[in-house]
């Protein structure tokens, strides 16, 4: 896709938001009773995912409740702050692994699923929705491409932070994105998205080439 | 003679791998238009479709009857058009109900099956095939193949299931935080290189609910909307749907309402 966001704007915007947040929307009275009641007794547990997945946190109830209509700015304000507020940096301030582990990370699709063994690590999926190399024909499109990601963005800690930031939490900086919230929901560790981050940014990762 | 072909299309869907990166559009058609031109005009559904006309007409289940009796929508024992024109309300049920949901009520009411026996073996499991709801979905919906979609909106409980699905079809959940229309609702997208249609519009919900249920080429087996249904929950990263559950019937409702009007050609062939 062509339209690159701005990383830094963005950052400062929800910045300023944060500051500007008023009052918070409830998210239970957000989806009709009916509809919750009507999931709960149409599902049961399978493997790993327990019922408790039926439940909405607040950013997914008021997603679904602004799915159909243009989201109020106040909201948007609201959800991406709440996003930014979740953000971990890395312990110990450095950002990168090692790009080839990355590329598996981003090839594997497992993880999460009812079907999916819960001892094994889960995978990113990034090429689900992502071009990020030639060499892989098999992407999807829901995603901007990040071919060239690291070429592009440059090679300063401002851009790190904010990548870093998208792949914790990717509302901090689209509210209600399609983009699932990698460390925020506990999909991928820390060290999983450090070996994503040299996949993006590693001169010599095949993003870059 | 379905392992034979299934072995087949195995051998084109590996060398899919192979295939030259044309465009990636173009990769997707190609190995399933390779084996439908194969199979000549034959559909391996039509192996379900002959197994689920001998359940329909056999005596079975402790009442040793028939299904003849089962009134799918149209009348007792009216199979022709019935798929195009369900879900729909049903008084003696008082609900609505897609066409499994159907069959499972008859099999109790007339044959005397328990509903739990039923659902052990919804979804056959590979080579054996061994759902009779499969093979009576095929039944049926075969017997509807080139009329019309047709989903009546009459009732209040109709209406209140269109909604609902609708509901459902948009609400995010689970570690991922997907909804159908994460992956359902512009036009044009793919995951990996399997495209993507737009339910939320006629023309996608039309292509799509028109050409389920299908043989799917991958699995060597014949798969009912409900299976599809559960599948992309469970990429969504949710729980099992329950058979026949108010929510599979309210989104089968709402898929198949924003479908009508569109010609029916399942079973199809899939991936």
Redesign the interface.
């Known amino acids: 896709m062509h339209s690159r966001r701005h990383p830094i704007r963005n950052a400062i915007l929800v910045i300023v938001g944060f500051v500007a947040l008023a009052g918070e929307v409830g998210a239970a009275d957000l989806v009709a009773p009916s509809v919750q009641k009507t999931l709960e007794a149409s599902f049961s547990a399978k493997g790993q995912a327990t019922l408790a997945r039926l439940a909405q946190d607040k950013t997914q109830g008021l997603c679904t409740h602004y799915a159909t209509s243009p989201i109020p700015a106040k909201v948007v304000t609201e959800i991406t702050a709440m996003g930014f507020a979740t953000i971990k940096y890395p312990a110990d301030g450095e950002y990168l692994g090692d790009w080839q582990r990355g590329e598996q990370i981003a090839q594997s699709g497992l993880g999460k699923q009812s079907s999916d063994d819960v001892e094994k690590p889960a995978g990113g999926n990034c090429y689900a929705c992502h071009e990020l190399t030639k060499a892989e024909i098999a992407h999807g499109n829901l995603g901007p491409s990040l071919y060239h990601y690291g070429k592009l963005h440059g090679d300063n800690d401002v851009v790190k932070k904010y990548t870093w930031g998208k792949i914790y939490n990717a509302e901090a900086f689209t509210a209600c994105s399609s983009m699932p919230r990698f460390g925020h929901k506990g999909i991928l560790t820390a060290a999983q998205m450090k070996d994503l981050m040299s996949l993006l940014f590693d001169p010599r990762s095949p993003v870059n080439q | 003679m379905v392992y034979f072909s299934k072995r087949c299309a195995m051998a084109i869907l590996l060398a899919w791998g192979a295939v030259a990166?044309l465009s990636?559009a173009e990769?997707v058609a190609d190995p399933l238009s390779q084996y439908r031109e194969m199979l000549g005009g034959d559909n391996p559904a039509d192996l379900w479709v002959s197994r689920g006309e001998a359940l329909w007409t056999e005596p079975r289940g402790p009442r040793k009857a028939t299904l003849v009796q089962c009134d799918l929508g149209l009348g007792a024992g009216v199979v022709k058009g019935a798929y195009a024109r369900l879900p729909r309300y049903f008084s003696e049920t008082g609900a609505v109900e897609d066409l499994e949901s159907r069959l499972v009520s008859c099999m109790v009411q007339f044959q005397g099956f328990k509903r739990e026996e039923i659902l052990a073996s919804r979804f056959g499991d590979g080579e054996r095939h061994s759902s009779d709801l499969e093979a009576l979905v095929a039944y049926v919906v075969t017997a509807s193949k080139g009329e019309r979609m047709a989903v009546p909106q009459n009732t209040s409980q109709e209406k209140r299931a269109y909604s609902?699905g609708k509901?459902?079809f948009?609400?995010?959940?689970?570690?991922?935080?997907?909804?159908c229309?994460?992956?359902h609702s512009a036009d044009?997208?793919?995951?990996?290189?399997?495209a993507l249609p737009n339910l939320t519009t006629p023309t996608g919900a039309q292509a799509a609910y028109t050409t389920w249920p299908a043989y799917r080429v991958s699995q060597g087996e014949f798969r009912t909307m409900e299976w599809r249904l559960n599948d992309c929950?469970?990429?969504q990263?949710?729980?099992?749907?329950?058979y026949g559950?108010?929510?599979?019937i309210?989104l089968t409702e709402y898929l198949a309402r924003n479908a009508n009007g569109a010609v029916l050609a399942a079973p199809a062939i899939k991936r």
């Not at chain 2, 948009?170 to 909804?179: N, V």
Request: charge should be positive.
């Open positions: 990166p990636a990769a609902m509901a459902i948009f609400y995010r959940a689970g570690t991922h935080d997907f909804s229309a994460t992956c044009n997208k793919r995951i990996r290189l399997q929950f469970r990429q990263r949710l729980p099992d749907l329950k559950s108010p929510a599979a309210a």
